[in-house]
T-cell receptor, first 114, second 109 residues
Framework: GAVVSQHPSWVICKSGTSVKIECRSL??????MFWYRQFPKQSLMLMAT?????????EQGVEKDKFLINHASLTLSTLTVTSAHPEDSSFYIC??????????FGPGTRLTVL | GQSLEQPSEVTAVEGAIVQINCTYQ??????LSWYQQHDGGAPTFLSY????GLEETGRFSSFLSRSDSYGYLLLQELQMKDSASYFC??????????FGTGTLLAVQP
């Protein structure tokens, strides 16, 4: 199957700093990628749809100025958590479709804000 | 609003059959998918139903009734490695997925 990678796999940062998470489709091109957030023992919550060459589409309740998304190429989308606070600590996962009905997920990035 | 409800936990023994239900209310519907997620890992695709009926993939089967806004995942010949969280997800416009509340399956020896 298609492979999606994320970097870093985990990050610890101080409150008030910004963190960038990369999502790459390794063997296919993705005009659209998706970013999810998952708190412990909860479901995946869709944050935004990342569109190559245009602005991201954010789900209701997600602050676009706090979670900056850039889809610079057909294989790379980045999520920047700006001025992170402890409540932003979560598991962030990206996904993409390579054609067909299956979405391929990255391995996730565990963010801990101290 | 959109919601997909699942039982929070299910427990079964090795070799048994278990059914995980999913009822949904969404503004758009582009098929029902099922994903498995082991603790700390990424979700992996199990099955997809675009039309009513049963889809079978090895030990896993999935069913959809669009008129009832209902589907289920059936796992047969349970193995210890099947212990994980299972999520139903409804596809929406632009291919995005909205996930259900999730079911934690515990398989006991």
């Amino acid at each position: 199957g298609a492979v999606v990678s994320q970097h870093p796999s985990w990050v610890i940062c101080k409150s008030g700093t910004s963190v960038k998470i990369e999502c790459r489709s390794l063997d296919f091109q993705a005009t659209t990628m998706f970013w999810y957030r998952q708190f412990p023992k909860q479901s995946l919550m869709l944050m935004a749809t990342s569109n190559e060459g245009s602005k991201a589409t954010y789900e209701q309740g997600v602050e676009k100025d706090k979670f900056l998304i850039n889809h610079a190429s057909l294989t790379l989308s980045t999520l920047t958590v700006t001025s992170a606070h402890p409540e932003d600590s979560s598991f962030y996962i990206c996904s993409a479709r390579a054609g067909g009905n299956e979405q391929f997920f990255g391995p996730g990035t565990r963010l801990t804000v101290l | 609003g959109q919601s997909l409800e699942q039982p929070s936990e299910v427990t079964a023994v090795e070799g048994a059959i278990v059914q995980i239900n999913c009822t949904y209310q969404t503004s758009g519907f582009y098929g029902l998918s099922w994903y498995q997620q082991h603790d700390g890992g990424a979700p992996t695709f199990l099955s997809y139903n675009g039309l009513d009926g049963l889809e079978e993939t090895g030990r896993f089967s999935s069913f959809l009734s669009r008129s009832d806004s209902y589907g289920y995942l059936l796992l047969q010949e349970l193995q210890m490695k099947d212990s994980a969280s299972y999520f139903c997800a409804v596809g929406g416009a632009t291919n995005k997925l909205i996930f259900g509340t999730g079911t934690l399956l515990a398989v006991q020896p």
